[in-house]
């Protein structure tokens, strides 16, 4: 049995002295794509922010470990280097910096880690441009700002495109279906099924089954009260959909 | 995390903080007429120009120093406590830069400064000014060729007299504020220059001010008149060594723009800024003014600022000819606890007159920013245009943004557009370009370099490249 990709094991988390996360245990093998499901103020979003290291999440107790390495020693931008990558469910603006440059700028951080050499423009362009036609993103949004007056269903397109380009471990999408027409939800989930890869995993992090009617994921946990209350195969999903949270807290005494 | 790195480089150094011995040539500090014949004396001045150094003089005694309006604060200065003159000391005119002192010329190397026949292909002709004399000018006769005078100003009163005469103080009287009054009675050196009709110079024009000796003011003095239908585009980068007391510079410059001449100035000034506590650092009080006087005249100036513990400076346009242009782009940054209060005036007068103005203000630390600027567009000045755009962005809790905008219309045509912003470079925003791998210090100049890119394009080349190279080193630290 190989290390799984991500482990955590008894995660105590607090955000600004209140307890969030509160003894989560979560196991995610090579290539596993799981999902994350829970009601609002579950912890879900802490749990994303945790695993990517982002500031103002004070970990009180338990462990992260990443291939077996502990993640949570490392710098947020090492971890992403390191292959842990974070689909924001709100991607924040950067104005002034064209997309394609920031693109690159991440792309060749990525690559100087890991030993490649860095692309130059024409091989990053023919690299982004392949990857834009598995979002069905305009050229046009290539040239603008990162972000900048992208509509909510831009955004997370750029946020899987993104991911196709920096090429992850561990994929971490938070919400990415919040705010997401039918049709933009099915073209974000396109992109997400073709990066399904046997070395790569995913942590799909939902509060609804929507998204996992596109993309089927391998297991499904069950967060609330900052704790996995139970977990399955995807039939889970469509079962929590009909019957609420309700009674999976109520039989965790969550 | 961000503090980590804020603390480092915090204490990280001012580069360009070394001092060089040479052996100088100073005057007792004070200020008096007499101090300004003994200037003047010195550098052979003709009466004509002694008794306007001393009608300016006159004037500034009878002014008061002004900080009841900008938006800056600083202990008095002792006019008496500062020192006039300091030239390094030589002992007949340099014939070639061979016969420059060796630790100038080191002083020049570590700055960069191209003086080297080698730089030639660079394009770049460089009067260097070393305190207050203009030690060595570059690439004399190429200019010569074109009929172009690059002089330093006290050769350019001996060489051409009339051509000082007529335009001296004609852009900033003697009188027009303060500083400049005092600029006007003690200058000590500078760069002339007088492109003549049809003339487009054929390289960048670069002047190199630095600031040595201690107690020193450093107040040149830079006239470019661009004849009719010439262009010229003109350089000026600043650095001074890291001293605990503050130093003043006021500094006039003077451009002049005839019958469809341009004239574009470009400043880097990275004056010693001070350290953390607000210890040391330039006062940068400078007055620049340009004056199109031709029909389809064009100035612009562009500035990135980063240095001097306080700054305070309006380069400014004049649009007297009918259809002539005006334009200013401005990057202003303050960290540490530098002040800066800067900004243009735009003056319409002539028909049709047009002027852009794109100011960037970046405050990080307990950095000060404020942008002042003035739009007039007088009654004769039918369909002027302005446009301008006043953006602010900060970084941490504890800096300041502040804009000033004054527009007075007296045409009923001109149309006047104004947009100012103010944003804030978020942790959401670091961790987010962190996420993708960037680390914090590529991910502000990231962001920095694409909120100056407006400003930053309008640069020559090379000073574009050293500008942001400059904006990264002066933030470094700056995010907490």
């Known amino acids: 049995m190989s290390v799984p990709m991500l482990e955590i094991r008894d995660l105590h988390v607090s955000v600004a002295d209140q307890p969030v996360l509160k003894g989560l245990d979560l196991v995610l093998e090579r290539g596993e794509v799981a999902a994350v499901m829970g009601p609002n103020g579950s912890g879900k979003s802490t749990l994303a922010n945790v695993i990517a290291g982002k500031p103002g999440y004070e970990v009180t107790r338990g462990e992260v470990l990443f291939e077996g390495r502990d993640l949570l020693a490392m710098a947020p931008e090492v971890r992403a280097r390191e292959g842990v990558f974070l689909a924001f469910q709100y991607p924040v603006e950067v104005p002034g910096v064209g997309n394609m440059y920031f693109l690159k700028q991440a792309v060749n951080a990525v690559r100087a880690h890991r030993g490649l050499e860095e692309l130059d423009a024409m091989e990053f362009l023919s690299l982004v441009r392949e990857k834009m036609k598995l979002v069905e993103m305009p050229e046009e949004l290539a040239k603008r700002g990162v972000n900048e007056g992208f509509s909510g269903g831009e955004k997370k397109r750029n946020e899987v495109l993104q991911m196709a380009l920096l090429e992850p471990k561990l994929c971490v999408l938070d919400e990415t279906d919040s705010g997401l027409d039918i049709d933009a939800l099915r073209v974000v989930a396109g992109g997400v099924n073709a990066l399904r890869d046997p070395a790569r995993s995913m942590l799909v992090i939902t509060h609804y089954q929507r998204l996992l009617e596109y993309v089927v994921p391998d297991r499904v946990h069950v967060l609330a009260g900052g704790r996995i209350v139970r977990s399955g195969g995807k039939e889970l999903a469509r079962e929590l959909e009909e019957r609420g949270y309700g009674w999976v807290q109520q039989e965790a005494g969550a | ?480």
């Open chain 2, 1 to 480: 995390m961000a503090n980590e790195t804020l603390e480092r480089l915090a204490r990280s150094d001012y580069e360009w903080g070394f001092t060089t011995d040479v052996e100088q040539d100073v005057i007792e500090p004070g200020l008096s007429e007499d101090v300004i014949r003994t200037i003047s004396a010195k550098k052979g001045e003709p009466d004509w120009l002694l008794e306007w150094r001393l009608g300016a003089y006159r004037r500034w005694l009878t002014m008061e120093e002004p900080h009841h309006w900008a938006r800056v604060s600083y202990p008095p200065i002792d006019y008496q406590a500062i020192r006039y003159y300091a030239a390094p000391k030589r002992k007949k005119q340099l014939e070639s830069l061979d016969e420059l002192d060796p630790e100038i010329r080191r002083t020049y190397e570590k700055l960069g400064i191209p003086l080297d026949e080698q730089k030639r292909l660079a394009g770049v002709a460089v009067d260097a000014v070393f305190d207050s004399v203009s030690v060595a000018t570059t690439f004399k006769k190429e200019l010569e060729k074109h009929g172009i005078v690059f002089l330093p100003f006290s050769e350019a009163v001996q060489k051409v007299p009339e051509l000082v005469r007529q335009y001296l103080g004609s852009v900033v009287p003697q009188g027009d504020n303060f500083f400049a009054a005092l600029n006007s009675a003690v200058f000590s050196d500078g760069s002339f220059v007088y492109v003549p009709p049809g003339v487009r110079c054929p390289m960048e024009l670069s002047t190199y001010f630095r600031i040595n000796a201690s107690e020193t003011g450093q107040f040149e003095r830079t006239l470019i008149i661009a004849d009719r239908g010439s262009y010229v585009s003109y350089l000026e980068g600043c650095t001074a060594p890291m001293r605990d007391e503050n130093q003043l510079h006021a500094a006039v410059v003077e451009l002049i723009a005839l019958d469809d001449a341009e004239i574009k100035y470009s400043t880097v000034q990275n004056w010693y800024p001070g350290d953390a506590e607000g210890r040391g650092g330039i006062f940068n009080f400078v007055t620049k003014r340009g004056k199109c006087l031709g029909r389809r005249s064009k100035i612009s100036w562009t500035q990135v600022e980063t240095g001097s513990a306080i700054t305070w400076k309006y380069p400014s346009c004049l649009l007297l000819g009918d259809d002539s242009v005006g334009e200013f782009y401005s990057v202003a940054l303050t960290a540490r606890r530098q002040q800066a209060d800067t900004g243009t005036k735009m003056i319409h007068v002539g028909k049709r007159t047009r002027s852009t103005i794109v100011s960037k203000g970046i405050s990080a630390a307990q950095g000060q920013n404020s942008y002042r600027g003035l739009v007039r567009i007088q009654k004769g000045a039918d369909g002027a245009r302005n446009y301008s755009q006043c953006d602010s962005l900060l970084i941490g809790n504890e800096c300041g943004a502040h804009t000033f905008p004054y527009l007075e219309v007296q045409n009923p045509t001109a149309r006047v557009e104004h947009e100012a912003t103010t944003s804030k470079i978020g942790e959401d925003q670091l961790f987010y370009c962190k996420q993708r791998g960037l680390s914090e210090e590529d991910a502000i100049n990231m962001i920095v370099n694409g909120f100056c890119k407006r400003v930053l394009k309008e640069l020559p080349m090379e000073f574009a490249v050293e500008a942001q190279k400059l904006l990264g080193v002066s933030l470094e630290g700056a995010v907490g």
